[in-house]
C-alpha cells in the first residue's frame, strides 16, 4: 500500500506541475499570438494578431517551437496545411525544411569526422568512389577539402534547387552532379580557387551527400536518421525524398505567393542533404537545443564540444560556420539558418550561450515575411539579448505640412519613388513595390512599418522637397525630385507600352553600355518578377527587350520560351527553344556549364511540349 501510495503522490505531483505550467505558459503564447511586429517596433503600434498576418501574407499555415530554458516551452500550429483537405496544422505536422537540412546534414557530416571516418582538411576526391570532382585550373592549385563545403567556400557552382515537380522525373544523385537530363541545374564543378571567399551553393551540399554514401554504403536517409535523427529524438523528421506515403497524410502542401497551390502539392529533392530534410518546428528546436548543450559539455550525443565549437567557429567568412551562420548583436551571439523550397519557408535561431531561441515553418512562398514578425514577437516576450531595434514614437504632423513631401523622386533611371497624401496620412508607392502609408517621426523623416524603412526628405531654403533618402537596414538609397510627367524605362513596361520602353532601354545602353540597368541579368530578373505574377505579357515584353539588347545570349530566348509556356501558348514555346538551340554555339558566355544546362533544359522542354 505505501508502494502505490507513493507512486500515486509523484503522478499528482506531476500532473499538477504540468497543468501549473501549461496555465503559466498560455499568457506568454498569447502575447507572442498577438503581438507580431514590424522591422522597426512603433511605441504603442502595430502589433499584429497571427492570423491577421497570415490572411494578408497568403499564408495558409504555420507552426512554432519556441526554446526557453535550454527546453521546448511550447509548439503550436496555425491554419491549414492543406486548402483542400482543411486539416490542422499541428505540432506534428510536416515542413519541408529546405536549406535547413544543410546544418543537421553538416552535423552528420562532422559525426564521421570524429568518428575518423572523413577529414576536414583532405582533398574530397580521396573519400569519393562512385563520381569525383572533375579536377580544373582551380583544384590544381588548391584542392577542395570536407570544411569548404560545409562553410560555402569551396568555389563550388549551383547556388540552389527547384526540387521536381509530380510529373517530372527525378535524376540520380549522379546525374544531379553532372547536370545530364533529367537533372534542372547545371553541373556542379569549381570554378573559383576553393578557400578563397564565401559564395553560397547548396551544390557544396550535394557533393556531401555522395561521400557520405560512398563512405557508409547506405542510402542517405539511412544514414541521417542513424546518425542524428534518432539520437537527437528527431522522431518526426526523414530525409526520404519523396515522402513514403504513410507520411504524407501528416505533410504540408505548398503555396505559391498569390495563394495557388504548388503542383502536384509539394516538389521532390534528390538533392537531399541540400533541402531534402522533411521536419516540424519541435525536431528543428531539439537539433538547436542538442548544439546549445553541446558547446557548454551537457550534451554530446552526436558531436563532442570541441567539434561543435568548430562547426560555430567562422571560417572565410566571419558570419559562416560549418552549416550553420553566426549573427552577432552587440555581445550577443546567435546560430542560424533559413531555407526556402518551392511552397515552403521557415527559419531556425538560437542562441549560442543561453539556452532561448525559435523554429518557425511555413507553407508558402509568402512565409518569410510570416515568420520575421512572428520572430520579433518571440524575441519581444521572451526579452532576446539585443535582437530587436529600439522602439521609435510617432509624432503629430498637420496635413498641410505632408502636402510638401508629394511628388516623384528618381532613384535612378529606372526606379521611381512616388509620394501621395490621402486624408492626412502620406504613401510612398515604388515601380517595384506597392503603395505603403509611412508615419512621422521627425520633421523630415517618416517610417515605412512592414519594411522597416525610414524616408528623409531634403528640403531647400524655400522648404520644399528636393529630394529623398531611404534606409532599409544598411542599404541607403538615394533620389531626387523630379517631374510629375517623367516616365521611367520600366514603367513603360508596366503601361504596356513596348515601343517607347525598347527605346528608352536603347538609349541607357548607347549613352551608359556597361550601366548596371541595362545588365542583362537584371532585366531577366525584372521580368521573372513579372512571370511570377503572372504578368505574362508584360514578362513577354520585357523579355524581347532583353533580346533586343542581347541578341546573342540563349538564356534571353530561353526566359522567353518558359513564359509563353507558362501563359498556354504551346506555338511560341517551341518556336524560342528551338531558338535556344540555335543560338548556344555562338552565345560569348564564358560559363560553358550554364549553357550545357540551358540546352539540357531546352530539349526536354522541346520533348515535353511535342
Known amino acids: 500500500m505505501r508502494k502505490w501510495f507513493v507512486i500515486f503522490l509523484l503522478v499528482f505531483f506531476t500532473i499538477g506541475s504540468s497543468i501549473f505550467t501549461l496555465d503559466d505558459i498560455q499568457p506568454k503564447i498569447e502575447k507572442v499570438e498577438n503581438g507580431l511586429l514590424p522591422p522597426i517596433p512603433i511605441k504603442d503600434r502595430f502589433k499584429w494578431n497571427i492570423y491577421e498576418r497570415m490572411k494578408h501574407h497568403k499564408v495558409p499555415g504555420v507552426s512554432v517551437a519556441v526554446i526557453n530554458n535550454f527546453k521546448i516551452e511550447w509548439a503550436k500550429g496555425y491554419g491549414v496545411l492543406d486548402k483542400e483537405t482543411n486539416d490542422p496544422v499541428t505540432e506534428m505536422t510536416l515542413f519541408q525544411a529546405a536549406s535547413?537540412?544543410?546544418?543537421?546534414?553538416?552535423?552528420?557530416?562532422?559525426?564521421?569526422?570524429?568518428?575518423?571516418?572523413?577529414?576536414?582538411?583532405?582533398?574530397?576526391?580521396?573519400?569519393?568512389?562512385?563520381?569525383?570532382?572533375?579536377?580544373?585550373?582551380?583544384?590544381?592549385?588548391?584542392?577542395?577539402?570536407?570544411?569548404?563545403?560545409?562553410?560555402?567556400?569551396?568555389?563550388?557552382?549551383?547556388?540552389?534547387?527547384?526540387?521536381?515537380?509530380?510529373?517530372?522525373?527525378?535524376?540520380?544523385?549522379?546525374?544531379?552532379?553532372?547536370?545530364?537530363?533529367?537533372?534542372?541545374?547545371?553541373p556542379i564543378r569549381v570554378d573559383m580557387l576553393p578557400g578563397l571567399r564565401f559564395r553560397y551553393a547548396g551544390g557544396g551540399y550535394c557533393i556531401v551527400q555522395q561521400t557520405m554514401i560512398d563512405i557508409e554504403k547506405r542510402t542517405f536517409p539511412e544514414i541521417m536518421r542513424e546518425t542524428v535523427l534518432e539520437p537527437l529524438e528527431m522522431n518526426n523528421s526523414t530525409y526520404e525524398q519523396p515522402l513514403p506515403p504513410e507520411k504524407i497524410s501528416h505533410a504540408a502542401a505548398g503555396y505559391r505567393p498569390d495563394g495557388n497551390l504548388v503542383e502536384g502539392k509539394r516538389h521532390t529533392y534528390p538533392e537531399m542533404a541540400a533541402a531534402g530534410l522533411w521536419t516540424t518546428p519541435s525536431d528543428l528546436a531539439r537539433f538547436a537545443i542538442e548544439i546549445q548543450l553541446s558547446l557548454k559539455n551537457k550534451s554530446n550525443r552526436v558531436l563532442s564540444k570541441e567539434l561543435m565549437d568548430e562547426m560555430l567557429s567562422p571560417f572565410v567568412s566571419p558570419t559562416g560556420g560549418l552549416g550553420l551562420f553566426l549573427q552577432k548583436r552587440e555581445d550577443a551571439v546567435y546560430f542560424n539558418h533559413g531555407g526556402a523550397n518551392e511552397g515552403f519557408r521557415c527559419y531556425l535561431?538560437?542562441?549560442?550561450?543561453?539556452?532561448?531561441?525559435?523554429?518557425?515553418?511555413?507553407?508558402?512562398?509568402?512565409?518569410?515575411?510570416?515568420?520575421?514578425?512572428?520572430?520579433r514577437?518571440?524575441?519581444?516576450?521572451?526579452?532576446?539579448?539585443?535582437?530587436?531595434?529600439?522602439?521609435?514614437?510617432?509624432?503629430?504632423?498637420?496635413?498641410?505640412?505632408?502636402?510638401?513631401?508629394?511628388?516623384?523622386?528618381?532613384?535612378?533611371?529606372?526606379?521611381?519613388?512616388?509620394?501621395?497624401?490621402?486624408?492626412?496620412?502620406?504613401?510612398?508607392?515604388?515601380?517595384?513595390?506597392?503603395?505603403?502609408e509611412v508615419f512621422p517621426v521627425a520633421e523630415?523623416?517618416?517610417?515605412?512599418?512592414?519594411?522597416?524603412?525610414?524616408?528623409?526628405?531634403?528640403?531647400?531654403?524655400?522648404?520644399?522637397?528636393?529630394?529623398?533618402?531611404?534606409?532599409?537596414?544598411?542599404?541607403?538609397?538615394?533620389?531626387?525630385?523630379?517631374?510629375?510627367?517623367?516616365?521611367?524605362?520600366?514603367?513603360?513596361?508596366?503601361?504596356?507600352?513596348?515601343?517607347?520602353?525598347?527605346?528608352?532601354?536603347?538609349?541607357?545602353?548607347?549613352?551608359?553600355?556597361?550601366?548596371?540597368?541595362?545588365?542583362e541579368e537584371r532585366l531577366n530578373n525584372l521580368g521573372y518578377g513579372l512571370l511570377r505574377q503572372k504578368e505574362y505579357d508584360k514578362a513577354i515584353s520585357l523579355f524581347k527587350i532583353n533580346i533586343e539588347l542581347y541578341p546573342d545570349s540563349a538564356n534571353t530566348y530561353d526566359s522567353l520560351a518558359e513564359t509563353y509556356m507558362e501563359k498556354g501558348d504551346k506555338k511560341n514555346a517551341i518556336k524560342y527553344y528551338e531558338i535556344v538551340l540555335e543560338k548556344i554555339p555562338a552565345d560569348p558566355r564564358p560559363d560553358k556549364e550554364f549553357l550545357k544546362s540551358l540546352k539540357t533544359n531546352a530539349e526536354a522542354m522541346l520533348k515535353k511540349l511535342k
Not at 111 to 121: A, I
Not at 354 to 374: H, P
Open 377 to 436: 514577437s518571440i524575441a519581444a516576450e521572451y526579452d532576446w539579448d539585443n535582437f530587436l531595434p529600439k522602439e521609435v514614437e510617432i509624432i503629430e504632423m498637420a496635413p498641410d505640412r505632408m502636402e510638401v513631401y508629394k511628388g516623384r523622386y528618381l532613384i535612378n533611371l529606372d526606379e521611381v519613388k512616388t509620394v501621395t497624401t490621402d486624408k492626412g496620412s502620406l504613401f510612398v508607392e515604388g515601380t517595384y513595390d506597392r503603395k505603403v
Open 349 to 375: 535561431i538560437a542562441h549560442k550561450d543561453k539556452g532561448y531561441g525559435a523554429a518557425i515553418m511555413a507553407n508558402s512562398d509568402n512565409g518569410g515575411a510570416l515568420y520575421t514578425e512572428i520572430l
Open 444 to 519: 523630415d523623416e517618416f517610417i515605412g512599418p512592414e519594411a522597416g524603412a525610414m524616408f528623409t526628405f531634403a528640403l531647400d531654403d524655400n522648404d520644399s522637397a528636393t529630394g529623398l533618402k531611404i534606409k532599409i537596414g544598411r542599404r541607403i538609397q538615394k533620389a531626387k525630385r523630379i517631374l510629375d510627367d517623367y516616365v521611367a524605362p520600366y514603367e513603360y513596361v508596366l503601361r504596356e507600352n513596348h515601343a517607347k520602353a525598347l527605346e528608352a532601354y536603347r538609349k541607357i545602353q548607347t549613352d551608359k553600355p556597361k550601366h548596371v540597368l541595362i545588365a
Open 100 to 186: 535547413i537540412s544543410k546544418p543537421v546534414a553538416a552535423i552528420a557530416a562532422l559525426r564521421m569526422v570524429q568518428e575518423g571516418k572523413l577529414s576536414l582538411y583532405e582533398d574530397i576526391n580521396n573519400k569519393l568512389v562512385t563520381w569525383k570532382l572533375p579536377s580544373n585550373d582551380f583544384t590544381a592549385k588548391k584542392k577542395v577539402m570536407l570544411k569548404h563545403l560545409l562553410n560555402h567556400s569551396g568555389g563550388i557552382t549551383v547556388h540552389g534547387f527547384r526540387g521536381y515537380a509530380v510529373n517530372e522525373e527525378v535524376p540520380t544523385l549522379a546525374q544531379l552532379l553532372d547536370g545530364k537530363s533529367p537533372a534542372n541545374s547545371a
